[in-house]
DNA sequence: GCTTTTTATATTGTGCACAATATAGTTGAT
DNA sequence: ATCAACTATATTGTGCACAATATAAAAAGC
């Protein structure tokens, strides 16, 4: 009890500085964003929608990972500030399909150099980032492949 | 508009893949944490108070990188649950020392093979790992430091 | 055609995460 | 000693994140 050989430290685990790291990024983001008017996972739905549109709502979920309980009160919150609809598939009517607004099509102009903007801040060079991009990538998808393991469908 | 060179993409973006793995890896450990009667962040404390404890709310925060508005709460449910004790320091009255119960120190056995549970099960090598944490831990500190430097103290 | 099963989204309740603010305690400069 | 500035935690309100459940529509089997 209490040797060190354990792997109780905080220090050896991998799963902390993401959860770390992506509180502090969604931290960062907050004041970019919100001149825009979008929380940070907002953001996400909107850069998925600017590279297609309309999707349903499983399709999103789908690309980032969360279920319609995190999306259904979102997606309504950005239809209530006026940046998509939602309404039901006439070919399915289970589905609900996102589309963006004129609105909604504009910020992505305003959105253009978010990326730009915080990734300047961060005094990484690009060849670490897309380095770092590329190995968490790889998590993602081995934690999603486990994750459909765990709980099969 | 809709150039193929702007850095819209969701899969350009270093954030999106953290955010995703952190929500993933929480999910992955939800299962196991419960049969301890713990959350993933309530598991995060214990990790440091099993390292150190006594340890003030603020301690506290500053190594999970979370303010009090997060850990007050946090920590009632914990106290509720019969792992930690808040008191006053009686040195600096504006302190509140959490300490760890007998329960939660006995908790740590019950904890020991969580990590290499979960580890097992990601079809990750012991070096992919490892080069992934110290990556990631980089960004962490990375962040912080851009995190000072936005809202200077 | 009618029931069973599956699929897609919505709802409810709990627990974070954090900004903004409040409160109480401490320190420092006079 | 007194008061202004500062520090540590708590409170409030909003917005995720997700498990569990509900509802409704579609597909499949008979």
């Not at 969360?66 to 500030?81: N, Q």
């Not at 305003?110 to 915080?118: I, K």
Request: proline fraction near 5%.
């Amino acid at each position: 009890m209490g040797e060190d050989d354990d792997f109780l430290r905080l220090d050896l685990q991998v799963c902390f500085p993401l959860y770390a790291a992506s509180n502090l990024f969604s931290r960062l983001y907050r004041p970019v964003l919100a001149k825009l008017g979008l929380t940070y996972p907002q953001y996400l739905v909107m850069l998925v929608l600017w590279e297609q549109a309309p999707q349903s709502v499983g399709a999103l979920g789908e690309r980032l990972h969360l279920d319609s309980g995190t999306l259904t009160p979102l997606l309504k919150r950005m239809e209530g500030a006026g940046l998509v609809t939602r309404q039901r598939d006439a070919a399915d009517e289970r589905r609900v399909l996102i589309a963006l607004t004129e609105q909604g099509m504009a910020l992505r102009q305003q959105a253009r150099d978010v990326p730009q903007t915080l990734a300047s801040g961060l005094s990484l060079s690009p060849e670490e980032l897309i380095e770092l991009r590329a190995s968490v990538q790889h998590l993602v998808a081995v934690l999603a492949s486990a994750e459909a393991t765990v709980s099969p469908s």
